[in-house]
T-cell receptor, first 115, second 114 residues
Framework: GAGVSQSPRYKVAKRGQDVALRCDPI?????LFWYQQALGQGPEFLTY????????KSGLPSDRFFAERPEGSVSTLKIQRTQQEDSAVYLC?????????????FGQGTRLTVV | GQQLNQSPQSMFIQEGEDVSMNCTSS?????WLWYKQEPGEGPVLLIA?????ELTSNGRLTAQFGITRKDSFLNISASIPSDVGIYFC??????????????FGTGTRLTIIP
């Protein structure tokens, strides 16, 4: 597709349920980022991949959060045993990542509501 | 996590007015970016600044990279209805962004009063 695609757009999960959020980056983009955006706040960095390698996961809030990008393309963010504080919009972004001022393009996000 | 301080939090203006917003940080960034986000969408890059003191324009938008590398401002001239949205600043500690995590501001919500 032409842009970053995320699915589902909306997810309602019961507390304690596991969820998986998918990101299809722009074709050929090397770098992929996940951000969490709480209501009324700016996005906060979660993790970063270069191809299939997860180079930075310093923003993951707990060990319940796990991200993977096994073939260097599609990425999945998994949240285990969801809690109410996990409710947020999860944004994925990708960039060419070839070095030197490469813009990251964001998807529309997945809005997760934990009830 | 850390978020940059943006002001004002919200603005209510009339069409045709000029807008000014700014962003401050307690730490230095080597790249400053300004994004716009509309409801149900991801942020879209408006302007990127790479050098302290740099002043850059993109149509009716003008942004400056503060000389201390701890602040930036964004001006919008002659606002139009499609300017409505939330504006975020973002800082990158590296000077060649795209390969590094961004720290975003708290956002400025722009509303145009008919």
């Amino acid at each position: 597709g032409a842009g970053v695609s995320q699915s589902p757009r909306y997810k309602v999960a019961k507390r304690g349920q596991d969820v998986a959020l998918r990101c299809d980056p722009i074709s050929g983009h090397v770098s992929l980022f996940w951000y969490q955006q709480a209501l009324g706040q700016g996005p906060e960095f979660l993790t970063y991949f270069q191809n299939e390698a997860q180079l930075d996961k310093s923003g993951l809030p707990s060990d319940r959060f796990f991200a993977e990008r096994p073939e260097g393309s599609v990425s999945t963010l998994k949240i285990q045993r969801t809690q109410q504080e996990d409710s947020a919009v999860y944004l994925c972004a990708s960039s060419k990542g070839t070095g030197g001022n490469t813009e990251a393009f964001f998807g529309q996000g997945t809005r997760l509501t934990v009830v | 996590g850390q978020q940059l301080n943006q002001s004002p939090q919200s603005m209510f203006i009339q069409e045709g007015e000029d807008v000014s917003m700014n962003c401050t940080s307690s730490s230095i960034f080597n790249t400053w970016l300004w994004y716009k986000q509309e409801p149900g969408e991801g942020p879209v890059l408006l302007i990127a600044l790479y050098k302290a003191g740099e002043l850059t324009s993109n149509g009716r938008l003008t942004a400056q990279f503060g000389i201390t590398r701890k602040d930036s401002f964004l001006n919008i001239s002659a606002s139009i209805p499609s300017d409505v949205g939330i504006y975020f600043c973002a800082g990158d500690p590296k000077s060649n962004f795209g390969n590094e995590k961004l720290t975003f501001g708290t956002g400025t919500r722009l509303t145009i009063i008919p």
